[in-house]
């Protein structure tokens, strides 16, 4: 087998991991930083992200304020160190984006300009026009060009990660292109690879979003924390699944049922009035406001579609300079998607899975419980989205975390104990080759299509542990997961060859949902109350008595997960009562 | 109309075949279907081994990019029912050498992109406290070549880099203009002199294609154009003014 060795490796190249990468090169020039991403780095996630970035940036403005509307946003189950951190370090981190070049929109005067956001009180989402997290991580990727102590390991595929004596020592990868499994020996770890929103049917995620870095944390023995938040945006496309960015609604845009009824004053959100007004209406936190369209749809007072209900977001009365100027990509989606104008017709839009406030479990550090492993961004759960993330907190999150994150694990390997018992590592390393050979790449015989398996996983996602949960449906999903990991160890892989086997691949990512999906539907089933995101039909309340605390997945020998808690920080803002639009 | 289409894809694996072969898929003809989504219909159910690159399916990610019947495409954003009544071909990107089926080569690609210093070069060394002050105007000045997502369409397209590989091409010429016209950047010269050389801006001959094929109205032909009258003028610059050493 071939090896490398580097200082530090990042597995993922998206704006945590780029940003952890450039953090590294520029404080430690002297440390040798690997990247290895399933992906070139421009391809990842992070560049469909659309609205902004959130960063206190005018006067009117404070920090105090961003770091209530996230936690009472988060349902109060963020942790208010780690939050005040955020808010704190995020205007540094967005400046200097601002210094390499990111475009970001501009004020007349030059200054950089700022727009509402969806749970803010305060203009402060920085945007690059709707087009955000395209420029943040192409802005990232080619800052990042000019350090030469970063190695990128491009279209590499991490399998596990190598774990000798309670501390990290690299991973085993598959390079694409030629199919050679690699080991890629380092002293710390950091897990960057987004989020697995995949595990669902009907998702804003991309196809590599698999959760692959929480499933290696969790089989390597790091618990995942907070995996029953799975947080649905209001706005997607019906089939695609495409996203309509909030800032749409932020720029003005309404929700409308068949009626042409602004539905949301009849959820507790406010009354309507012609312009959006901070944490009101329109400008609601994502977890009501999508649940409030479901209402709609239970109510009968949606629109029939080919796939299913759906309501709609009208944008009509911001005419065409401002839909062109300030959400050019959502008139473009529309126009090549829809085929429809968003200048002149409505939107027709349904809640869509969009993001993952849950991952592997670290401190405000970024550092998990397992030595020199580390994680940012949505792998990550810190946690500052607690709940229910407020729409542009994530961008921001990636560049303070991911930055944090290199520092830690820069820290960490000062210090990492340099004797390394070679002879285990590379055993453990050739194990996983042998798994390989043997479960995917040698193995005949295997009856169970890898397509079949996924679309039943993703069915039992929906249908159990969608919008709304309760026991029945919850318990149900727990045994069709526990019957599809058993039918896995029999899954079909027809081609046995080496170059660029993305049937390979997909099996391996199948693999890494499988174990993602369980956690979420056990800390689902275990976390009897409503909050946030979490909506339990037998459990409508919200109970601060036992509930006010990090769910945590920890893998047990076979079988599904153990659920334990761990307590919230709570510093300045004590549990209270979540108020929009009044 | 019928309700299926064929899709002839190009098929080639480095372990097994000596050139490339068509294989035809019958696959259903889907009025709201892009191309990928047909690829996809493939993949999940007729043959589980063709390799091909996606993943965002929104035109922003740009690893979809195919050649659908001889033009290059973003495959997530190009309409199946358009080319009905069929067959449609669909091969890889021209210009690359291909990894396996659809997949094409980038290393080339990105040691381009690397090498025209695609980031903002400081001379004076002060980190400043605030932002840049940058206008709508200086902003607009450069935007539209800040919106290349690397999809490598226009190599495909250009006939130049099809005839000489060592041609920086169309979208690294376009990302250097980029940081060129940037109101925040000093890096102009040094890009000059990377971008003038034999294999920069001067193989061009304007055909145009790199405009034409773009998916996001990049006009990297500009781009060149504008790059050639600056470089120009730095030349004879070089000539009038005084020279600090020899």
């Known amino acids: 087998m071939e090896t490398s060795a580097h200082d530090i490796l990042i597995i993922g190249g998206g704006g945590a991991g780029l940003r952890a990468a450039i953090e590294i090169a520029e404080t430690n020039p002297k440390l040798d930083v690997a990247m290895v991403s399933k992906v070139y780095p421009m391809r990842s996630h992070t560049v469909s992200a659309e609205g902004g970035a959130a960063g206190v940036a005018g006067k009117d403005d404070s920090l105090d304020e961003h770091c209530y509307d996230t936690i009472s946003g988060s349902d109060w189950l963020g942790d208010q160190d780690a939050i005040e951190y955020f808010v704190n370090e995020v205007p540094k981190e967005l400046l200097r984006l601002e210094h390499w070049g990111c475009p970001w929109s501009r004020e007349p005067d030059g200054r950089i300009a700022v727009r509402p956001f969806g749970g803010m009180k305060k203009m402060r989402t920085w945007f690059a026009a709707d087009k955000t997290g395209f420029h943040l991580l192409h802005t990232l990727f080619q800052t990042s060009l000019q350090y030469g102590t970063i190695t990128r390991y491009d279209e590499t595929f991490a399998t596990r990660l190598l774990v000798e004596d309670g501390a990290i020592q690299g991973v085993v990868a598959i390079e694409l292109r030629t199919g050679k499994i690699r080991a890629i020996q380092a002293k710390a770890v950091i897990i960057c690879t987004g989020g697995g929103g995949r595990v669902f049917p009907f998702t804003t995620n991309a196809n590599i979003c698999t959760g692959d870095g929480m499933a290696l944390a969790y089989q390597a023995g790091a618990p995942l924390k907070d995996m029953e938040m799975t947080q649905y945006h209001p706005t997607g496309l019906p089939f695609t699944g495409i996203l309509i960015t909030e800032a749409a609604r932020a720029e003005g845009g309404w929700l409308l049922n068949k009626d042409g009824y602004r539905f949301l004053q009849d959820y507790d959100l406010g009354k309507p009035t012609p312009a959006p007004v901070f944490r009101s209406m329109e400008l609601g936190p994502r977890d009501r406001v999508s649940q409030a369209i479901f209402g709609e749809f239970e109510k009968g007072r949606a629109f029939h579609g080919p796939y299913g209900d759906y309501v709609h977001l009208d944008l009509r009365h911001l005419g065409e300079h401002k839909i062109e100027s300030r959400l050019p990509m959502v008139r473009e989606l529309c126009l090549k998607y829809e085929n429809i104008d968003p200048v002149r017709e409505p939107i027709r839009i349904r809640p869509v899975l969009h993001y993952m406030m849950g991952g592997v479990h670290t401190d405000i550090n970024a550092a998990t419980p397992l030595k020199g492993l580390f994680a940012a961004g949505e792998a990550a759960c810190v946690s500052i989205n607690g709940a229910n993330r407020l729409g542009s907190n994530s961008l921001s999150e990636i560049l303070v975390f991911g930055a944090r994150a290199g520092r830690s694990a820069a820290q960490y390997f000062e210090g990492a104990e340099r004797r390394t018992n070679q002879n285990a590592i590379l055993a453990q390393a050739a194990d996983e080759e042998r798994r390989l050979e043997e479960n995917y790449l040698k193995k005949t015989g295997g009856t169970e299509r890898i397509t079949k398996l996924r679309e039943e996983m993703q069915h039992a996602m929906e249908t159990g542990c969608g919008i709304y949960r309760e026991r029945n449906s919850l318990v149900d999903s727990a045994n069709k997961l526990r019957e599809l990991h058993e039918r896995y160890r029999n899954v079909a892989v027809d081609d046995h060859t080496r170059t660029f086997n993305t049937q390979l691949t997909s099996a391996l990512e199948l693999g890494f949902m499988l174990d993602v999906a369980e956690t979420i539907v056990h800390s689902a089933l275990n976390r009897q109350e409503s909050r946030g995101a979490h909506q339990r039909r037998d459990f409508p309340k919200r109970d601060d008595n036992k509930f006010l605390a990090h769910s945590m997945a920890s893998r047990s020998a076979e079988g599904p997960p153990r659920i334990e808690y761990h307590p919230v920080v709570i510093t300045r803002w004590p549990p209270g009562e979540r108020v929009y639009g009044r | ?246």
């Open chain 2, 1 to 246: 109309m019928s309700d299926t289409i064929i899709l002839e894809v190009e098929r080639f694996h480095p372990e097994r075949d000596t050139e490339p072969s068509y294989q035809s898929f019958e696959v259903p003809l889907r009025e709201d279907w892009m191309v990928l989504d047909a690829l996809n219909h493939i993949k999940d159910q007729l043959d589980g081994s063709l390799a091909f690159r996606w993943s965002c399916r929104m035109g922003i990610c740009g690893s979809c990019g195919m050649t659908v019947n001889g033009v290059p495409k973003l495959t997530c954003e190009t309409l199946l029912i358009n080319y009905a009544p069929g067959p449609v071909r669909v091969g890889p990107l021209d210009h690359f050498p291909v990894v396996k089926d659809l997949v094409v080569e980038l290393d080339d690609f990105l040691a381009k992109l690397q090498k025209v210093r695609p980031w903002v070069v400081r001379k004076d060394d002060k980190k400043p406290e605030r932002e840049f002050i940058q206008t709508p105007a200086q902003l607009e000045a450069f935007h539209q070549f800040s919106l290349c997502i690397n999809c490598t369409l226009c190599y495909a397209a250009c006939p130049v880099y099809g005839l000489d590989p060592n041609f920086i091409g169309p979208a690294a010429i376009a990302l250097a203009h980029r940081y060129n016209l940037d109101s925040r950047d000093q890096g102009i010269e040094d890009r000059l002199d990377i971008v003038s050389q034999h294999e920069g801006i001067w193989d061009c001959t304007v055909v145009g294609e790199c405009t034409t094929v773009c998916p996001k109205h990049v006009d990297p032909s500009l781009a060149i154009q504008q790059y050639k009258l600056t470089a120009t003028k730095e030349w004879f610059k070089s000539f009038l003014l005084p020279r600090g050493k020899n």
